[in-house]
Each structure stands twice: as C-alpha cells, then as structure tokens.
C-alpha cells in the first residue's frame, strides 16, 4: 500500500510516497481504509526525529484519519465493514490503510462529510480531555487559549462557548483575531503588537483566567502564573516555547494555582477509549446541533504532503490541514 516514508530526519525533503506492508488486524482491532489524514504538529516533530513514536506503534507519521472499515478484528463488537468512521490513533496515518484498536474508533457526527471528520479526533480529544475532564472548565469562568487559530485553539474556543465559558486568546495576526472574535472569543491579541498578560489583566477586570491552555511552555511560564485567576489552572500541552522555564512558587500559592502537564499519544488504549466515549457523548451532539465544527484550513493529496507540514511549519494556517488519499 501506499505510505509516507521518512528516508532519515529532518526538514520536508525526508518526505516520500513509498510502498510498505498491508497492516495486519488482531482480534481487538480493525482496520480502516483512509479516506483523510489530519497533519499536527507532533508530525513534525516524528519527521525531524524529535517526537518518536511509542513502543508497539507503527513507524510513520499520522495521529488521526477518516475512512471506512475494511476488516475487523474477531473480538471487536459495534462495528460492521464498510462502515464510516474516524479514529486517533498512536501513528501510521499518512497511509492507504491503517488497523487502530477499537476503542480508539469514533463514528462520523452526522453532517460532516468524510474528509473533514478527520480535523477531529485529535483537536477534539486533547481540548476535552484537558479543558474539561482535566482543568474541570465551568459555565462563566474564563478560558485563556494560546494560539487561538491553530487546530487546537479553534476547537478551544468553540467548546468554551458552546459551554458558556468567556475566551481569550493569543494569535499572531490582524486576520487570526478577526476570525477567532467571529468563532466567538470576547477578545483575540495579537502577541506580536501587544504585552499579552496585561490585556489579560485588562480584560478581566485583574481577575485573570480561570483555566490557561498552552502549547508554548516555558516561555510562558512566567506570564501565564501572572494571568492565573484565584483558584487557576494551567494545562501545559505543547513546548514549542522550550522545555525549561522558571516558576515563581510564591505567585503560584497565593493564586492557589495548579500547573499540569499532560500528552496524549502516550496514553493508554483503555485511556484513550475513555476519554473518546466522552467526546462521542459530549462533543459529538453539539457538532450534529452545529454549535461546533471542524475548521479545515487546507486540503493536500497525500503526494503534496512536503506542502501540507510547510503549510503548518509556516503558522500561516487557520484550522486544519488535511492529507487525502
């Protein structure tokens, strides 16, 4: 089958389209045919060879795809061939095919075509597992979302809404904090003309938030600890700002704020199945009533995918960026 190979690491010219190996189903599994690849930023990381993939995990790059099932594993119950569906998975996307433990299979809410049900899965269940089964968001608290146009951050705001939370967020031009204030967040800064922990002081009257979701890490540490409302909750899940930062523990306490830091990909199959079930229950209602929806920036075939990561490299992108097949 087709496949995205990676001859060695580095930039997008490790890319290729090569031929490997049909996978093979185990009777906890199934396998589905690709119709649609979600590219994240993980990807690019895999493909600079700083982000390899778990123990047990196929060795090419893709955390979530959309397609139809193909074959079925003999313990695997609910699911029939040919069946519509989309799944996260711990690797082995960018393919024709690809098996995924049953658990971690999600059915496409109705009205979302194929394609796009492939910006889901791993948006929705790092929003939802983190904003609200970790930081525990509430109705009128405020979230403050880093990068509020990424995949992520879109997803973000439109679940803080959509549960009647007040979102800030950060984003780096005029156009990004036009479309995140029409996603429906009270204030968009860009962190490039702005101090963006004063306008989140500004903004909340010096309250702060109440729930921070952030993938730059350590070089916001220190701001973020300042925009903690009392009784805060900082959910750290990217590092593209570093790995070591400082923490002001006095700031912390008289917050009374918590700090975690949480990965998705590693979880367990049983963790991941958990917290799936959740998104099915909880997420999935409100993308068929259309108060959420997938953002998709752009659409490559799976030959262009050295153009989908430069597209994503660039943080250029609004949403999404998807792979076909």
């Known amino acids: 089958m087709r496949a995205v190979v990676c001859e060695g690491a580095g930039g997008v010219e490790v890319l290729t389209v090569g031929e490997i190996e049909d996978p093979k189903v185990a009777v906890d599994e199934v396998v589905i045919d690709v119709v649609a690849a979600g ?41 029939s061939v040919g069946d519509e569906c989309c799944a996260l998975l ?13 658990p971690q299979v999600m059915p496409v809410p109705a009205g979302i075509d194929l394609v796009s049900a492939a910006a889901l899965p791993e948006v929705v269940a790092t929003v939802w597992s983190n ?26 705001i439109q679940l803080a809404v ?11 031009s005029a156009d990004k904090m036009e479309f995140c204030t029409r996603l429906g967040a009270d204030v968009a800064i860009n962190y490039k ?13 010096q309250a702060g938030a109440d729930v921070i979701l952030d993938i730059m890490g350590a070089k ?45 990909r590693a979880r367990s199959v049983e963790d991941k199945g958990r917290i799936l079930a959740e998104v099915v229950g909880h997420v999935w209602p409100l ?6 929806r997938p953002i998709v920036h752009g659409i490559f075939p799976l030959e262009q995918v050295a153009q989908a990561h430069e597209a994503l490299e660039q943080s250029a992108q609004t949403g999404k ?3 076909t097949l």
Not at 90 to 102: D, F, R, S
Not at 131 to 154: P, Q, Y
Not at 162 to 172: E, K, S
Not at 287 to 292: D, I, L, P, Q, R
Request: proline share 4%; glycine share 16%; charged share 20%.
């Open 39 to 79: 590219v994240n930023r993980a990807d690019l990381l895999q493909r600079q060879g700083h982000y390899p993939p778990p123990p047990g995990a196929p060795g090419t790059i893709g955390l979530e795809v959309s397609g139809r099932i193909s074959a079925i594993g003999s313990e695997v119950e609910g699911w």
């Open 90 to 102: 711990a690797g082995g996307g960018y393919a024709e095919k690809v098996v995924v433990p049953a």
């Open 131 to 156: 904003v609200f089964m970790t930081a525990h968001l509430k109705h009128g608290e405020t979230l403050l979302v880093h990068g509020g146009a990424s995949g992520i951050g879109t997803m973000a």
């Open 162 to 172: 959509a549960h009647g939370a007040r979102v800030l967020c950060t984003v780096g």
């Open 193 to 205: 003309e702005a101090e963006w922990a004063s306008v989140v002081k500004e903004a909340t009257g």
């Open 220 to 264: 916001y540490l220190p701001d973020n600890v300042k925009s903690l409302a009392f009784d805060g909750r900082i959910v750290v899940i990217g590092l593209q700002g570093g790995v070591k930062g400082e923490l002001d523990l006095g700031r912390l306490m008289a917050r009374r704020g918590s700090i975690t830091a949480t990965g998705l």
């Open 287 to 292: 993308v068929e009533a259309k108060k959420v």
């Open 321 to 323: 960026v998807l792979l």
